[in-house]
């Protein structure tokens, strides 16, 4: 891309000689999501590199299954739904503060290695505020939290086992530990998800029989009575893959790689972080109490801090789509089966689109954006046309959520250590945590 800044595609080729296109302008990504949707589908590789940890919900879905699937998501991801979930973001905020507090306390130099205490806590999120697990479900929780540290971890030799499985089933193939390991929390995670959906069912329909009310408000609630309302019965394996998909998308991974590089933005940036103070405690002070959903959208500075770390660091490295047929993009015939590569940090660091300067950690830029970037494919961090994110007012809350109440209270430092970014893997990560000296804000 900085080599061809103005391209509409670029061709390259893989091991094997194989044909790949990198979808490179604007123009470009509107026309392989959206204009020409229905001309790619997901490669069939990509079902055997991630399909065990997504499951064969809406992320494999294509055509009308993929707008029916899309519809049975689109209520419980109202805003109006995300809004109610506010209170368990807070709560779950301020149980990460005191975290920080307890480890800070015992530490002389305020060293924190602040990556595992945000995956813990976005998980802890997913777990109350989609699927419903209570405190007295804190062993299931721990259950599958273990699985899914298992399946994404990070070690070379797991990163090596998941790009060969793109060629070959090599999960089954070679029953080493790693393998015998990810395997066995896979079918864990399928377990512990279906016997959980299995209640849920039981419970609504029960309370429906009496006449009883259920008040719950997590995303799977509302998921079950939305599918009862389409249809006689609930198809369990169907609910299972399509929240597979949504702790991977919302909890475990992309939403906590999204915190780690704000925190690291801000310990790198102090002046954006007295700023981004300054504006929470000015709210806090003015209104006092409990958070509220309004007063969240107005903190301008924030929005404009968030959206420019998602510009940044896009949690998601690659889209990846297949021409299932001959297609013309830009003018360009792309053939049937080749492979088209759409990387969100291709259009997000384009000094065409975002001026001179794009690789400048900048959230000010988001006050007056050039007219290129104004554009909506622009911004790729939740992707674009039909296949947008259906979380992103989700996810974008918590995100928030969890800045406002750790810059709030705690001050965030670089420590002399370089962050190194995993080579290998589906995330733009930092490979060995992210280690930061954390200190009470004055």
């Not at 990504?29 to 499951?55: D, I, N, S, Y």
């Not at 929470?280 to 770390?309: A, P, Q």
Request: aromatic share 8%; glycine share 6%; with cysteine.
């Amino acid at each position: 891309m900085r080599k061809y800044p103005n391209a509409d595609l670029i061709r390259l080729f893989a091991l094997g000689n194989s044909e790949l296109i990198l979808v490179n302008s604007l123009r470009a990504f509107r026309e392989v999501t959206f204009t020409h949707e229905f001309a790619f589908a997901k490669p069939t590789f990509l079902k055997r590199l991630v399909g065990e940890m997504v499951g064969d919900g809406l992320f494999f879905a294509e055509g009308e299954g993929h707008r029916q699937q899309r519809k049975l998501l689109a209520g419980p991801f109202l805003t109006s739904n995300v809004k109610s979930l506010l209170p368990i973001f807070e709560m779950k905020a301020d149980g990460l503060c005191s975290a920080l507090a307890a480890i800070t306390g015992d530490s002389r130099r305020g060293i924190v290695e602040i990556s595992s205490l945000i995956s813990k806590t976005t998980f802890d999120i997913i777990s109350l505020a989609i699927l419903g697990l209570k405190p007295e479900n804190d062993s299931l929780t721990s259950e599958l939290a273990e699985s899914y540290h298992t399946v994404f971890s990070s070690t070379p030799l797991s990163r090596i086992m998941l790009l060969l499985s793109s060629w070959i089933p090599i999960r089954k193939l070679l029953p080493i530990r790693t393998n015998r390991d990810y395997v066995y929390a896979n079918g864990k995670i399928q377990h512990v998800l279906k016997s959980h959906v299995r209640r849920r069912i039981h419970e609504i329909r029960s309370a429906q029989q009496e006449d009883s009310p259920d008040r719950t408000n997590d995303l799977l609630t509302l998921m079950i009575k939305e599918q009862l309302k389409r249809r006689d019965e609930c198809i369990e394996d169907e609910i299972v893959d399509h929240y597979m998909r949504l702790i991977l998308r919302l909890g475990q991974e992309t939403v906590g790689t999204a915190l780690i590089w704000a925190f690291h933005a801000l310990a790198n940036h102090p002046d954006i972080q007295n700023r981004l103070r300054q504006e929470i405690n000015t709210l806090c002070c003015e209104r006092g109490g409990r958070l509220k959903y309004t007063e969240i959208c107005s903190l301008d500075f924030l929005d404009c801090f968030v959206k420019e770390v998602l510009r940044c660091y896009p949690p998601s490295v690659c889209s990846m789509r297949e021409a299932v047929k001959p297609v013309s993009i830009c003018g360009q015939l792309i053939p049937a089966g080749t492979t088209v590569l759409m990387f969100p940090v291709v259009p997000q660091s384009n000094s065409t689109v975002w001026g001179p300067d794009p690789d400048k950690f900048d959230p000010d830029r988001w006050k007056a954006l050039p007219s290129t970037a104004r554009v909506g494919y622009a911004f790729q961090a939740f992707n674009t046309g039909p296949r947008t994110c259906l979380g992103k007012a989700f996810a974008l809350l918590e995100i928030k959520v969890l800045i406002i109440k750790l810059v709030k209270a705690w001050n965030f430092c670089p420590v002399p250590k370089p962050v190194a970014v995993q080579k290998i893997g589906l995330l733009y990560k930092p490979a060995n945590g992210l280690e930061l000296r954390v200190q009470p804000a004055l």
